[in-house]
């Protein structure tokens, strides 16, 4: 139990930084409303559902790089990475923790960009807000988890999109095949996959990205 | 394994190579349907297993130094993923000319193995810059370790999504790798496999007993100064 209370505090913390700074979230939302209008532009003719999918997946991918890449900035900037890691929590609940305020950030910038994509491109379906959904769940599980490894390297916020888009490969298979799909079930069912696989290799082995 | 001498192991793979190339241009049949462009699969197949091989030997590796603390593995886990990406730009190369051969395009999204490949060749190259952006030491050691372990868990992953990816992308081409697969082509197969196989290996004991040596002389011109 004290594990979530542990998980429950770091998130809460992360939460009230947010909330008080309030600088990610709304560049978030900003960057999707400003990525929908060029991909407006980029692409001639008018583009059909199929297409349109496409872009709302790329919107919503490299938003949530966007915000992955700010996760960790407060432990850098004011060196309490050192400060979790001796902390008597297991090293995991610092990645849950992380994880699941990242989450709230990008379901919140979702919930704006959703619609703009309704009213720019085409309507939304439940399959679709099913597949954003477990989607989010893997993008911010295994992108916390890259960000807590890209912090410590020299080249941070470069690293952090090489080491996410191959591993995000399979996000946007799911998410796009559940938006397009006849029977999106299958791709919803590969993406609850994902997420629980990724999940819990990212719980086992975030110890050694933190530790010595 | 470690006690075969590399002088032997060298051998061995110019011989292994040599035979292969014989049985892959001369002894091996023609194919019915693709005819003499078919036998570049012998080298794209073996390299791609090879390249497979060298990735989850990584991740062995990887899973020893995070497991075990061995303190061989990381260099051993550098070096194999090395490897792999080696044989993997092989097997994209390859795969590239045999599109061109069958299809008249450098590059064919239909190709399974082909994305699947671009996917991993990506994914290690990151690996290279993650490890390259961190100074020597423990904690590159288990960076390395814990992303070579994804690398391995995303191949079943990503060749799972590539496949489901089929259904709402490209019509599915047939192409298959030979369906009579007995006789003189399993021979040949079997030989040209053997031959990236060994020189796969011979070529990573070479890497680590070089970058061991560098290590030794680096922590001899320390103790010295």
């Known amino acids: ?212 | 394994m470690r006690r075969i001498p590399l002088p032997a192991l060298a051998v061995s793979s110019l011989v292994l190579v040599a035979t292969a190339l014989v049985f892959v241009f001369y002894v091996a049949p023609n194919d019915q349907t693709l005819g003499f462009s078919q036998r570049i699969f012998y080298f794209h197949v073996s390299l791609a297993f090879t390249a497979y091989a060298c990735f989850i030997g990584g991740a062995w590796n990887a899973f020893r130094h995070l497991w075990k603390r061995d303190p061989r593995a990381d260099l051993e886990s550098y070096v194999c993923v090395h490897q792999g990406l080696i044989f993997g730009a092989m097997v994209l190369l390859t795969g590239s000319i045999w599109a061109k051969i069958s299809w008249g395009r450098w590059w064919v999204w239909s190709e399974d193995e082909l994305v699947l490949f671009l996917v991993l060749y990506l994914f290690y190259c990151a690996y290279f810059m993650l490890r390259f952006s961190v100074d020597p030491g423990p904690q590159r050691a288990n960076l390395s370790a814990v992303y070579a372990l994804f690398g391995v868990i995303l191949i079943p992953v990503s060749f799972a999504a590539i496949r489901l990816a089929k259904e709402f992308l490209h019509p599915r081409v047939f192409t298959l790798h030979g369906p009579n697969f007995g006789g003189w082509i399993l021979v040949t197969y079997c030989i040209a496999q053997a031959a990236m196989l060994v020189l796969a290996y011979t070529l990573y004991r070479l890497e680590l007993g070089g970058k061991r040596l560098d290590a030794r002389l680096r922590d001899l011109r320390e103790a010295l100064a």
């Open chain 1, 1 to 212: 139990m004290s594990y979530v209370r542990d998980v429950g505090a770091l998130a809460r913390k992360d939460l009230l930084l947010e909330l008080r700074a309030r600088d990610t979230l709304p560049a978030m939302l900003l960057f999707v409303a400003a990525v929908f209008v060029i991909f407006h532009f980029a692409l001639p003719g008018t583009p059909s559902r199929l297409e349109t999918t496409g872009f709302l997946w790329v919107a919503i991918l490299f938003t949530a790089l966007l915000g992955l890449g700010r996760a960790f900035v407060p432990e850098r900037e004011q060196r309490t990475f050192d400060g979790l890691v001796l902390a008597p929590c297991d090293r995991s609940a610092i990645w849950l923790a992380k994880s699941l305020a990242t989450l709230t950030f990008l379901v919140a910038a979702e919930v704006v960009a959703l619609p703009l994509y309704a009213l720019f491109f085409h309507p939304i379906h439940g399959a679709m807000v099913a597949a954003v959904l477990l989607a989010d769940v893997g993008i911010c599980g295994v992108g916390t988890f890259l960000g807590a490894m890209a912090v410590v390297t020299r080249a941070r916020d470069l690293l952090l999109p090489l080491l996410f888009l191959p591993l995000a490969m399979p996000i946007v298979v799911g998410a796009v095949g559940a938006s397009v799909s006849a029977s999106p079930g299958r791709y919803l069912g590969f993406l609850a996959l994902y997420d629980l696989l990724f999940a819990l290799v990212c719980w086992a082995t975030f110890e050694y990205v933190v530790a010595e």
